[in-house]
């Protein structure tokens, strides 16, 4: 039986094209399939429910910021490894079967391209509504059964896999327009040539110089920090926990002082995984 590793489908998401690519790095490449599921929370539950051997989910894009649902289940709800990352430039496209602007009411995609071509919507379609989808996909899917007046933003790539045309190419806002995408597992990343680390951590109380404190560990130890992002706790208004990613492998000789430190120094300390870019 082959492993399954599942993405936010259906065919021809961003999240397809990433594991289409990741699916040829991992090892035993023939023994994979992909699999694709509804939502976010279904591939990370369905990947620490062993359902599936692996998940490839969006956790950072370069214009909207953090896949916050992302996040917040690996830190909250899930014992799960960021086993590798990848990222791909993203390119919207417009997709309607009809051949006018001026033609449509109706704009579907997921709420992160809605909101990465924000601009284009409302210089050139202010006439029309914007209505979330589970993915850019589904949302070129949809159009079959809403009839004339609708389109849907998604990759060019999309154009593959359903029989919708193009109407406008390169709608988004940015052109270096990139989403990181993370490969998700129930055990660390099996490789020993790790680069990156990243951390969950809570401070014991808010305190002047407790945030600083936890930073100079890392650069105590020469670690570079490529990402700080607070998020709410799920307690109450002001309590905060941080998303750290540093640039120290799990062999990194200072990294393994760090986390001890940092136990010291916390409330919650929560390793998410070592690991490299997998393509």
Same mark, same amino acid.
């Given at each position: 039986?082959?492993?399954?590793?599942?993405?936010? +489908?259906?065919?021809?998401?961003?999240?397809?094209?990433?594991?289409?690519?990741?699916?040829?790095?991992?090892?035993? $490449?023939?023994?994979? $399939?992909?699999?694709? /599921?509804?939502?976010?929370? %279904?591939? @990370?539950?369905?990947?620490?429910?062993?359902?599936? *051997?692996? +998940?490839?989910?969006? +956790?950072?894009?370069?214009?909207?910021?953090?896949?916050?649902?992302?996040?917040?289940?690996?830190?909250?709800?899930?014992? /799960?490894?960021?086993?590798?990352?990848?990222?791909?430039?993203?390119?919207?496209?417009?997709?309607?079967?009809?051949?006018?602007?001026?033609?449509?009411?109706?704009?579907?995609?997921?709420?992160?391209?809605?909101?990465?071509? &924000?601009?284009?919507?409302?210089?050139?379609?202010?006439?029309?509504?914007?209505?979330?989808?589970? #993915?850019?996909?589904?949302?070129?899917?949809?159009?079959?059964?809403? +009839?004339?007046?609708?389109?849907?933003?998604?990759? &060019?790539?999309? %154009? &593959?896999?359903?029989?919708?045309?193009? /109407?406008?190419?390169?709608?988004?806002?940015?052109?270096?327009?990139?989403?990181?995408?993370?490969?998700?597992?129930?055990?660390?990343?099996? %490789?020993?040539?790790?680069?990156?680390?990243?951390?969950?951590?809570?401070?014991?109380? *808010?305190?002047?110089?407790? @945030?600083?404190?936890?930073?100079?560990?890392?650069?105590?130890?020469?670690?570079?920090?490529?990402?700080?992002?607070?998020?709410?706790?799920?307690?109450?208004?002001?309590?905060?926990?941080?998303?750290? *990613?540093?640039?120290?492998?799990?062999?990194?000789?200072?990294?393994?002082?760090?986390?001890?430190?940092?136990?010291?120094?916390?409330?919650?300390?929560?390793?998410?995984?070592?690991?490299? #870019?997998?393509?």
């Amino acid at each position: 039986m082959k492993k399954i590793l599942a993405f936010l +489908g259906p065919v021809g998401t961003y999240s397809y094209e990433a594991a289409s690519r990741c699916l040829l790095t991992l090892e035993n $490449t023939q023994e994979w $399939t992909l699999q694709a /599921l509804p939502t976010i929370p %279904h591939i @990370l539950t369905a990947v620490a429910e062993g359902s599936v *051997d692996a +998940g490839l989910v969006p +956790g950072e894009n370069s214009i909207e910021g953090t896949v916050n649902i992302t996040l917040d289940m690996l830190a909250h709800e899930l014992s /799960l490894y960021i086993q590798g990352e990848t990222v791909l430039n993203i390119n919207h496209c417009l997709f309607s079967h009809s051949q006018d602007l001026g033609e449509i009411h109706t704009v579907l995609s997921h709420p992160q391209a809605l909101a990465q071509c &924000r601009r284009f919507l409302q210089q050139k379609l202010p006439q029309a509504r914007c209505l979330p989808a589970n #993915s850019t996909a589904e949302a070129v899917q949809n159009l079959a059964s809403m +009839g004339p007046g609708t389109a849907a933003i998604a990759s &060019r790539d999309t %154009h &593959r896999f359903y029989n919708v045309p193009i /109407l406008v190419p390169d709608i988004g806002d940015y052109p270096c327009n990139q989403t990181r995408f993370l490969l998700v597992g129930r055990t660390p990343c099996p %490789h020993s040539d790790t680069k990156k680390t990243s951390l969950v951590l809570a401070l014991e109380k *808010d305190r002047p110089g407790g @945030l600083y404190e936890v930073l100079g560990e890392f650069a105590r130890e020469n670690i570079n920090l490529t990402k700080i992002e607070s998020r709410p706790a799920k307690k109450e208004l002001g309590n905060y926990i941080f998303f750290i *990613d540093c640039e120290a492998g799990h062999d990194h000789p200072g990294l393994q002082e760090v986390l001890r430190n940092l136990e010291k120094k916390t409330a919650l300390l929560k390793n998410l995984g070592s690991y490299c #870019s997998i393509v």
